[in-house]
Every structure is written in structure tokens, then in C-alpha cells.
């Protein structure tokens, strides 16, 4: 596979290379799985669009990893989280909740790491709130499969109170779905 298209100065030719190949690993993992290394190469990437794609395209072949290839990067995907950036933040989620789902071994540590989102500084509150949001969302999939719950719930439960209104309606479709008793607060 030939990605020089990612290098092009043409916007259109390297955004479309990064779109075709973010499909490519979603829908066909093991065809981009051989080029992995070039994709962790591609997190240090100074195009924030070629980090993101990055991110997403790494996140999608945990599918396909029989080689624990993702258990190294791990500490490299939490550290995005905690990056301060909104929407690298928000791929970070994404990317480490597709990890889980495929690969359970992970998922109570991933789990941790995307829940200390709360805590995390970002460029505004607001942003922090965006991104709690994305992880309620990313959480979903693979609630179900987690062993302690716990955590998840109580997170989901504090974020009843964002001031953030689809963050709020986040985490009360989320509990919905667990079917656990809502408790909500307006602000």
C-alpha cells in the first residue's frame, strides 16, 4: 500500500488519502494492520488532521492485533486525553473505546484512563465537558462487558449535574440504558 498521497501539498489528494484509509482500517483492519508501526509513527505527526486520522486508524486495527502491537501504545493514547485539545482528546476516546471492545484484556484500564477525563484541564470548561460527553458515548459499546461497572455509573451519575445540556442528556440516556434509578439536577 502506497501512502505517499498523505505527503501531497494538495489539501484535497491528502485529506482524501486520510478519509480512504481511515474507511480502509475500519471496514477491512487486517489490509492496514501490516503498516502499524507507520501509523504510531503518524501520532507524532505536526498535522493535527494526519494525528487524528492516526488515532482513529490505530484504534480501529485493535481488531486485528494478534501480535500485541496495542498494548504497547497504550500509555501514548491515554497521554492524548490528558493533552488539553479538545478534539485530539475526543479521537483519543474513540479510539481507546474501540480498543476495548475488541480487545476485553483492556478494557478496566482504558476504562480508568477515559474516566480521569473529568479531572483533566482542557482549553475551557466547556471543551471538558464536550469531551465527558464523548466518553459516556464511548463508554457504551462495551459497558456491558465490564466487569465493575461501578466507576462507569458513578461517573454517569455526576455528569447529571453537567452544565453542559448534552452532556446532561448524555448520561441520562447512558443510565437509562443501564436501567439504573435517575437522579436528576437541573442547574
Avoid at 484504534?59 to 478534539?87: C, M, Q, Y
Wanted: a positive charge.
Amino acid at each position: 500500500m502506497n501512502f505517499k498521497d498523505l505527503s501531497s501539498n494538495k489539501p484535497k489528494i491528502k485529506y482524501g488519502c486520510a478519509k480512504r484509509l481511515t474507511t480502509l482500517a475500519k471496514n477491512e483492519p487486517d489490509k492496514l494492520y501490516p503498516h502499524f508501526d507507520y501509523f504510531v509513527k503518524m501520532l507524532d505527526h505536526e498535522n493535527q488532521i494526519l494525528k487524528w486520522t492516526a488515532i482513529d486508524i490505530v484504534g480501529h486495527l485493535a481488531e486485528s492485533d494478534k501480535i500485541k502491537n496495542i498494548g504497547r501504545i497504550l500509555r501514548r493514547l491515554f497521554g492524548f486525553l490528558n493533552a488539553g485539545k479538545l478534539i485530539t482528546a475526543g479521537h483519543a476516546a474513540q479510539a481507546l473505546a474501540g480498543i476495548a471492545k475488541a480487545k476485553p484484556k483492556y478494557q478496566r484500564k482504558i476504562t480508568d484512563e477515559l474516566l480521569k477525563v473529568e479531572r483533566y484541564k482542557y482549553d475551557t470548561e466547556e471543551c471538558r465537558n464536550i469531551v465527558i460527553g464523548i466518553v459516556i458515548n464511548a463508554v457504551g459499546p462495551f459497558y456491558p462487558e465490564l466487569k465493575d461497572k461501578k466507576a462507569v455509573i458513578e461517573f454517569a451519575k455526576r455528569q447529571l449535574k453537567n452544565r453542559r445540556n448534552a452532556t446532561r442528556k448524555k448520561a441520562e440516556q447512558f443510565l437509562k440504558k443501564t436501567k439504573k434509578p435517575l437522579k436528576i439536577h437541573r442547574i
